[in-house]
Structures are given as C-alpha cells and as structure tokens.
C-alpha cells in the first residue's frame, strides 16, 4: 500500500526523578545524603533510509514516544537515559508543523540522522541539596518532560524523470517499456492511482529514475482529479516529459497548453523544470495528416525539423525535434519525439535522449554547487 501523507504526535522521553537516599554503612557516622540523578529521556530521532519507498509503516499509528529516563538511585548511582526512538523515514520526507503547516525539517539524503525532538532532563538527586543550614535534605527534583510535537510527514518522491500527461496516454506503458517497474495497465483512465517509481538502464555505468504520477486533467491544480493530490511527487523531479497523445481527441496543441498551465499554476518553480516531449501512440493515431499534425505543433513551439544523434536510433519517418546538447535552451523543449510503447517504436532512442537530458540536468547542478 502506498502512503505518501501521515499526521502523528511525537514525544520525546520526559526525565527520570532524582533520588533521595542517604548513605548508611557500618563504620560511617551521619555518611550524609547520596541521592542520585535521574537519567535523561530518550530522544526522537528521524532516520532517513533508501530501502523504505513509502510512510505506509505508519499506518494505524497516531503517537510514537521514546522511552522515558529510569530514576536516580542510591550511593549517587544516576538513572539509565531512556532509549531514544528512531524513526524510519524514506528520501524526501517533509516534516510539517501540524498547527500552521510551516516546514521544520526536509530530508532527502540516505543514511541522514537527525535529532527533532530532546528527551527531557532529569532531576537532581538529594545530593546536590545539602549544605552547612540543611544537611539533611529530604528532597530532590521530577524529571523534566521531554519535547512533544504534533508533525504531519509528506512524502515527496525523488526522481531524475518525472511523467506528466493527462489520464490513460501511455504512461504506465512506458515506464513498464523503460524500467524495472511492473505499474498496472489498462485501457481505460486513472489506471495508475499511486505514483510508480522504475530504475531506466542506459549502460554498465548509466542509469536514471523515472516517476510516474496519476494523471493530471484540466483544473487538476485546482483539487480536480487525482492530479493535485500527487503533483507534489513531481516537485523533486530534475525534469519533466511531457506525453502528448497524438490517438487523443484533443489537439495536441491543446494537451500541452493544458498540461503546461496546470503546472504553472501549481508551482512555478516545478514548471520552470528542464522538459522534453513525447508525442505517444504513434502506431494507433487515426489522422490521415499525423505528420502535418507534428509539423504543426513544431511550429506553434517554434521548433525546426533537427535530425538526432545517431546512437538514437530512430524507426519510423514522422518529424521530431532534438536540440543540440551544448547549445541547450532551457526554454524549449530538449526534444519532441513520436514514439510508441507497445511496437517500442523509438522507445530506444527516448532512452538515450532522456539520460542526455539528465545529464545535461546533473553537469548543471554541479556548476551551480
């Protein structure tokens, strides 16, 4: 089952009680008092861990606590700390305050440790009490309680590519084409009702992740559709392929302005995203002019015919677009290629582009870092 969204109340370990004790051995006239402190409560501490892909261990659970401080002892002996609590999380877990949905933590790197919540102190013992006016003390101090937060954690899939298209276009078919991931498929919409996540081999020593979310329809920025509720898996994405349906009633034209927008109106940092474009079903398109059709929608993008890289490997004669790698324009599309899943018409060559693409995305990052 795949969770992407959980509110829990977290507490931190409260601190054990100081002791009150005095010291009583044969040969030791009026020892004096030997109270103990308490230990301290255990912490909350957030893991993050590759090998957990979604927040689905939380189902059912509405407060995780960490163990409490054991109290302090005699002949000055402290209380055991409490054991603190670790919680598992996956890459690109956010931590929300619950109250005012401010975002107190953003964990994305494995193997991160990071303490959220602090156990409570614990009390002093008797000891710490004595002096010339009172040295009999007969008191010591509770242990302080520990942190408590009430979080809601949103989890935000982290991917090279992410999928974006209106329902039932071809995504799962593609993802299932390219990768490792094994998404249900069927012909009719919203098939795929939580993100899929598939490893895309290019060679020995390349690879990339793809992402593919439900699909996003018109108004979908809006809380329409599944669309919204899954869009923020798309945030983390290094880039965007769009997939246009050339067997779809709607113009193509039309299938990218509407995709474009809602992104747009979502976050402008995600629609801001390097992107490419795959024009899918090429092998199943009923217009007599498909190619006049692409040549259409090239020129609205005011895109030119560019022949590819040959390791591409074309099949097919329909027109595509692929911009140079060195002179790259962020503002454009990388490239507009027809293809289809089920004949693996091109299916090749998109692998190649989108690890081009990539790795263009990756050069970029490590300039700026």
Excluded: W
């Excluded at 054991?70 to 931590?95: D, F, H, W």
């Excluded at 949905?101 to 008797?126: A, P, R, S, T």
Aim: charged share 25%.
């Amino acid at each position: 089952m795949f969770i992407d969204t959980v509110e829990l109340t977290l507490s931190a370990g409260k601190g054990g009680p100081g002791a009150v004790s005095f010291r009583r051995e044969k040969h030791v006239i009026m020892g004096g008092p030997d109270g103990g402190d308490g230990g301290r409560g255990g912490d909350i501490v957030l893991c993050v861990d590759n090998n957990t892909h979604t927040l689905s261990h939380f189902k059912g659970k509405r407060a995780l606590k960490a163990k409490n401080g054991e109290a302090g002892m005699g002949r000055n002996m402290y209380g055991k700390k409490g054991e603190s609590l670790e919680v598992i999380i996956p890459p690109g877990t956010q931590i929300l305050d619950q109250e005012n949905g401010e975002v107190l933590m953003d964990l994305v790197e494995h193997g991160q440790k990071v303490v959220f919540l602090e156990g409570g102190m614990g009390g002093l013992g008797n000891t710490h009490f004595k002096n010339s006016v009172n040295q009999r003390p007969t008191h010591s101090q509770p242990g302080k309680p520990g942190q408590i937060k009430a979080v809601r954690l949103e989890l935000k899939l982290i991917a090279d590519v992410g999928l974006v298209g209106f329902p039932n276009v071809g995504k799962s078919t593609l993802i299932s084409t390219l990768s490792n991931a094994t998404p249900e498929i069927a012909n009719y919409e919203f098939t795929t009702l939580t993100p899929k996540l598939g490893m895309v081999e290019v060679d020995m020593y390349n690879s990339y992740v793809m992402a593919d979310i439900p699909g996003i329809i018109e108004g979908a920025s809006e809380g329409r559709g599944l669309g919204l509720e899954f869009l923020r898996h798309i945030e983390r994405t290094k880039c965007l392929l769009f997939m246009i349906d050339l067997a779809n009633y709607r113009p193509l034209i039309e299938q990218y302005e509407t995709l474009k927008q809602e992104l747009v109106k979502y976050s402008s940092l995600l629609s801001s995203r390097y992107f490419a474009i795959a024009l899918t079903r090429y092998d199943g398109a009923y217009s007599e002019n498909i190619a006049g059709d692409i040549e259409a929608f090239l020129a609205h993008l005011k895109l030119e015919v560019c022949p590819p890289k040959e390791r591409y490997r074309l099949t097919g004669e329909l027109p595509s677009y692929f911009q140079d790698y060195h002179e790259f324009d962020a503002k454009k599309p990388y490239f507009v290629l027809p293809l289809s899943s089920v004949t693996h018409g091109n299916t090749e060559a998109l692998r190649f582009a989108l690890s081009d693409l990539v790795q263009k995305v990756r050069e970029d990052e490590t300039r700026c870092c």
